[in-house]
């Protein structure tokens, strides 16, 4: 993170490890030697580990009712070929998932695809094929759906294409039947 003294204007660049997950940190300026206190304020889409867990995310949570919004007409599995979602890494490491219908939600026991991966909300993203590609949608889940390493609330899919959840890595493919 880049910051300035404030006594003297001096830029200083401060290292994400220095915080140690504290909101404020205090650094003395090599140009003036006085000391500066940053207060670091996080976005609000960054992923806060919370110890323990609140019960709505914990496994055995009493709600686990799923309300979707209807789907879309456009949604549709391509027609001579399959969908096929592979784990790259994570609890679920080798698994291959080929989808049977063009909305499905990812997610621990109880989803349309379960993986056994901790990190995972039960209802952690959902999957839209549009016959050539795939919208994918974070369902609030606790700790993100990430897509080239940003965290975000839905992306576009394609053929090869990889994204996260939890610990595992996804990759989308579209294979001939």
């Known amino acids: 993170m880049k910051t300035a003294c404030i006594h003297c204007g001096a830029e200083h660049w401060l290292r994400d490890v220095e915080f140690g997950g504290h909101s404020k940190v ?4 090599s140009k003036c030697a006085k000391t500066t206190i940053v207060e670091i304020k996080r976005p609000t ?28 007409r456009g949604l549709q599995l391509p027609a001579n070929k ?3 979602l592979s784990i790259l890494s994570g609890p679920s490491k080798g698994e ?38 795939i919208n994918v949608k974070d369902m609030d889940s606790t700790n ?5 390493e940003e ?8 053929d090869g ?8 890595l996804i990759r989308v493919n579209f294979q001939g039947k």
Do not use: N, W
């Open 26 to 29: 205090q650094f003395k300026c």
């Open 45 to 72: 889409d960054s992923t806060v580990v919370m110890t323990p867990l609140p019960s709505f995310a914990r496994g055995a949570a009493a709600s686990s009712h799923l309300d979707l919004p209807p789907p879309d």
């Open 82 to 84: 399959k969908v096929v």
């Open 96 to 133: 291959s998932h080929t989808l049977s219908k063009p909305r499905v939600v990812l997610g621990r026991k109880g989803a349309d695809v379960a993986l056994s991966d901790p990190e995972i909300s039960r209802h952690h993203c959902l999957l839209e094929v549009r016959d050539t590609y």
């Open 144 to 148: 993100g759906t990430f897509y080239e």
């Open 151 to 158: 965290r975000v609330r839905a992306a576009m899919l394609r």
């Open 161 to 168: 294409t990889e994204f996260r959840i939890g610990g595992s």
